[in-house]
């Protein structure tokens, strides 16, 4: 990524990470907090819908589409029907025209095209209004 | 010996084994996590053999559920589109190109391809992080 990775620490932000991949649960954990955002990892939609009927609340959530027992599809429309107004990112490697407009219209905020970079969350930090890029 | 390191994982780049994602996770590596790279790649060969393991037990089955063979490979394609594995990444895809067509020899002799690949890569990625530690 050409110039300066940003920290976000200050900022206070907090992020969920919903991904059934391992190594991706580890990535994109990294990336936040890499960029200063304290995070959480789940498994599926329903531990991402869990997390918030226990109480969690968090500036930010990454969701994967494609994932067992609850997809992201379904759980950004139970999160937005619950009232959670977080900014969710779609981030799926299923990128088909139609397949983004379901995710999309189910609640979301933005969408990346995995594999997630530092450059592609800056940008959905800036899309999301959480971070101005200079 | 920094020279030795450089070299062999510029050949891993040239013979096409990883990709510009490869050099994500070395973005993400710092003094925090020193061995990041590592852990992920550990992880991955971890996760993937057993997604090898599933799949190879699903076809010696002899019944080809292409449904079940495909959501395997998803999961193999994208831990490695995450860590960069440019070559099992292809085989990953041509695998899901064959379950799509329903045809199972296709299927037995890319599953082989990539079996080969990912030893291949694990042997070459086990060498670089053995020099880089010297």
């Given at each position: 990524?050409?110039?300066?990775?940003?920290?976000?620490?200050?900022?206070?932000?907090?992020?969920?990470v919903v991904?059934?991949?391992?190594?991706?649960?580890?990535?994109?954990?990294?990336?936040?907090?890499?960029?200063?955002?304290?995070?959480?990892?789940?498994?599926?939609?329903?531990?991402?819908?869990?997390?918030?009927?226990?109480?969690?609340?968090?500036?930010?959530?990454?969701?994967?589409?494609?994932?067992?027992?609850?997809?992201?599809?379904?759980?950004?429309?139970?999160?937005?029907?619950?009232?959670?107004?977080?900014?969710?990112?779609?981030?799926?490697t299923r990128?088909?025209?139609?397949?983004?407009?379901?995710?999309?219209?189910?609640?979301?905020?933005?969408?990346?095209?995995?594999?997630?970079?530092?450059?592609?969350?800056?940008?959905?930090?800036?899309?999301?209004?959480?971070?101005?890029?200079? | 010996?920094?020279?030795?390191?450089?070299?062999?994982?510029?050949?891993?780049?040239?013979?096409?084994?990883?990709?510009?994602?490869?050099?994500?996770?070395?973005?993400?590596?710092?003094?925090?996590?020193?061995?990041?790279?590592?852990?992920?790649?550990?992880?991955y060969f971890?996760?993937?053999?057993?997604?090898?393991?599933?799949?190879?037990?699903?076809?010696?089955?002899?019944?080809?559920?292409?449904?079940?063979?495909?959501?395997?490979?998803?999961?193999?394609?994208?831990?490695?589109?995450?860590?960069?594995?440019?070559?099992?990444?292809?085989?990953?895809?041509?695998?899901?190109?064959?379950?799509?067509?329903?045809?199972?020899?296709?299927?037995?002799?890319?599953?082989?391809?990539?079996?080969?690949?990912?030893?291949?890569?694990?042997?070459?990625?086990?060498?670089?992080?053995?020099?880089?530690?010297?």
């Open positions: 990524m050409a110039g300066e990775i940003p920290n976000l620490a200050e900022s206070k932000l907090t992020a969920l991904d059934d991949n391992l190594v991706n649960q580890m990535m994109h954990h990294k990336l936040l907090d890499r960029l200063g955002i304290r995070n959480d990892v789940v498994c599926n939609g329903q531990e991402a819908v869990d997390a918030h009927c226990s109480g969690r609340n968090y500036d930010l959530i990454l969701m994967d589409m494609e994932m067992p027992i609850m997809n992201g599809i379904q759980a950004t429309k139970r999160l937005r029907e619950m009232g959670i107004e977080s900014k969710i990112a779609g981030v799926t990128a088909e025209e139609e397949e983004r407009k379901e995710f999309m219209e189910a609640g979301l905020n933005d969408f990346q095209e995995k594999p997630l970079t530092i450059s592609k969350l800056v940008s959905i930090l800036h899309n999301l209004d959480f971070y101005v890029q200079t | 010996m920094q020279r030795q390191v450089a070299l062999i994982k510029q050949s891993l780049f040239d013979q096409g084994y990883l990709d510009e994602q490869f050099m994500e996770l070395e973005e993400l590596q710092d003094d925090a996590n020193p061995n990041f790279v590592e852990e992920v790649a550990t992880l971890k996760d993937s053999a057993r997604l090898i393991n599933n799949i190879d037990q699903a076809l010696e089955r002899g019944s080809f559920d292409f449904n079940r063979l495909d959501s395997y490979m998803h999961q193999f394609k994208g831990s490695s589109t995450s860590i960069g594995a440019s070559k099992v990444k292809t085989e990953c895809t041509m695998f899901r190109e064959y379950c799509r067509a329903g045809n199972a020899e296709g299927c037995l002799r890319t599953f082989k391809q990539l079996k080969k690949e990912h030893a291949t890569l694990r042997k070459k990625l086990e060498q670089y992080f053995q020099a880089s530690k010297r």
